[in-house]
């Protein structure tokens, strides 16, 4: 599959799966990505990338970011047009936020990693208090489901870009595009021996869960309030 990190045998190419051309849009999107997403195989990055002009999605991988180490990062996160996707109280829905935001938003910062891991680079990096927070309010359930995601609500890296891109390009084309080779990827390995990964909220509140709980009180915690459907 030309564009991305890995190529795959011929029977199951997700070539077909990408559009023809790269898709037309006006936004800039910068994934930040853990470094120890980049070594996974089933990541959806590499995705998102073959889908994307190359000059509208960059691809920053790493845990700390400053200006020192990343002066066009840090110029793009202190424009007034720039937007950072993560969920939390100081964030604003995306799509009211564009329809009273008196500048258009131009370019969005989306975080690759686990919830763990995004949580650790969106806080420790002072450069990332200055775009706009942002969050998607949708009912949508992820579709990648070859991986296990904390709750039902979560959304990979690709999908959280193809509901924002969508919206901030006013086209639902654009996600419909960016989900099939999703599709088509967890299709393929579902054929070929994979198993549907449920969420842990899903195992948790229906008796699913074989792990043992941890011992560590904050994650006990997290683990209580995912049975109890309590948004963490």
């Not at 030309?2 to 006006?26: E, N």
């Not at 002072?126 to 995601?149: A, C, D, E, N």
């Not at 890296?157 to 086209?171: D, F, G, H, P, R």
């Not at 560590?216 to 309030?225: D, H, I, P, T, V």
Request: with cysteine; hydrophobic share 35%; proline share 7%.
């Amino acid at each position: 599959m030309p564009g991305t990190a890995t190529y795959r045998p011929q029977k199951v190419c997700l070539c077909p799966f990408l559009p023809a051309h790269p898709l037309h849009i006006s936004t800039h999107l910068y994934i930040i990505q853990h470094p120890a997403e980049e070594n996974k195989v089933l990541r959806t990055v590499p995705l998102l990338a073959a889908c994307l002009p190359q000059d509208k999605c960059k691809v920053k991988i790493g845990r700390r970011f400053s200006e020192e180490r990343d002066p066009e990062l840090s110029t793009v996160c202190r424009k007034s047009g720039t937007l950072i996707l993560y969920p939390g109280a100081e964030a604003a829905n995306l799509e009211e936020f564009i329809l009273d935001s008196p500048v258009y938003p131009s370019t969005i910062i989306i975080i690759d990693g686990t919830w763990s891991q995004a949580k650790d680079i969106f806080y420790k990096n002072s450069l990332f208090r200055h775009p706009k927070q942002v969050q998607l309010k949708t009912s949508i359930s992820s579709q990648y489901v070859i991986r296990m995601q904390p709750t039902n609500r979560c959304l990979s890296t690709l999908e959280c870009a193809a509901v924002a891109l969508s919206i901030l390009e006013k086209n639902n084309y654009i996600q419909e595009t960016l989900l099939r080779p999703l599709q088509a990827l967890c299709s393929f390995q579902l054929q070929h021996g994979a198993q549907i990964r449920l969420s842990k909220e899903h195992l948790l509140k229906n008796g699913l869960y074989t792990k043992p709980m941890p011992k560590n009180k904050r994650k006990l915690r997290k683990m209580e309030l995912l049975m109890n459907s309590v948004k963490i």
